[in-house]
């Protein structure tokens, strides 16, 4: 528990957790980071995590600036992990200037975290329009009044465009031409369960020729 100074500010310094809930053996490994990542989406939803699927997306501009923000994976398996934006986005221009990006998914009840370094590709426009025909009225009318990352006057030029997607799409909603999707081909897939004194397990997979190898990092 953090402490609280006269001045009413958090003393950050003595916020600190003793992590206690499991360890990770390299016995507890499957054979691929992806059949071990199921295994912990599975506990992540079963324990019911807020947005277990939720995840950091850190990608890097042209000037060196790195940049994160948080989306949602929508599919995973041996190919990588796939997450859909708008491509005009600050992240897609990223991604289409330097296509490495890495991957966190941040479970903190169950102290743990998965890391992935990767490269990201874009999604075939068949499999971006067959996604976005399953998203919510709402939200694929979000798509055509947002365009994201850009610079608006205000939260009035939103509510105007979202009314006009609103009145120009009555019945279907089709995908639009910026929106699209993303797949992250893993390269290396960190799982990292916490321990009592900062001694945590770190347990990392990289690829190596057709298969994977593994190795524990220091905490």
């Not at 295994?39 to 324990?47: E, P």
């Not at 060196?64 to 041996?78: C, H, I, N, T, W």
């Not at 990201?120 to 947002?146: C, K, T």
Request: proline share 6%; glycine share 10%.
């Amino acid at each position: 528990m953090g402490t609280v100074d006269g001045t009413g500010r958090i003393d950050l310094a003595s916020l600190r957790e003793e992590y206690t809930r499991a360890g990770l053996t390299e016995d507890d490994l499957a054979p691929d980071p992806f059949t071990m990542f199921d295994r912990w989406m599975h506990d992540a939803v079963d324990a019911g995590l807020y947005e277990a699927n939720a995840m950091v997306v850190a990608t890097v501009g042209p000037d060196f600036q790195p940049s994160a923000r948080m989306v949602l994976l929508k599919g995973f398996d041996e190919r990588g992990f796939v997450f859909f934006t708008n491509t005009g986005s600050r992240k897609g221009q990223e991604l289409a200037g330097n296509p490495r990006c890495a991957l966190l998914f941040p479970w903190h009840p169950l102290e743990r975290q998965v890391r992935v370094d990767g490269v990201a590709a874009p999604l075939d426009r068949s499999a971006v329009e067959e996604y976005f025909a399953q998203r919510p009225r709402r939200s694929r009318l979000g798509a055509w009044a947002s365009h994201q990352s850009k610079v608006v006057t205000g939260r009035d030029e939103l509510s105007l465009a979202y009314a006009e997607a609103d009145a120009r799409y009555p019945d279907d909603v089709p995908a639009p031409e910026e929106w699209g999707g993303y797949r992250v081909h893993a390269e290396a897939v960190e799982f990292w369960q916490g321990r009592p004194g900062r001694m945590h397990d770190r347990l990392v997979y990289r690829r190596s020729g057709a298969g994977w190898a593994t190795d524990r990092l220091a905490p």
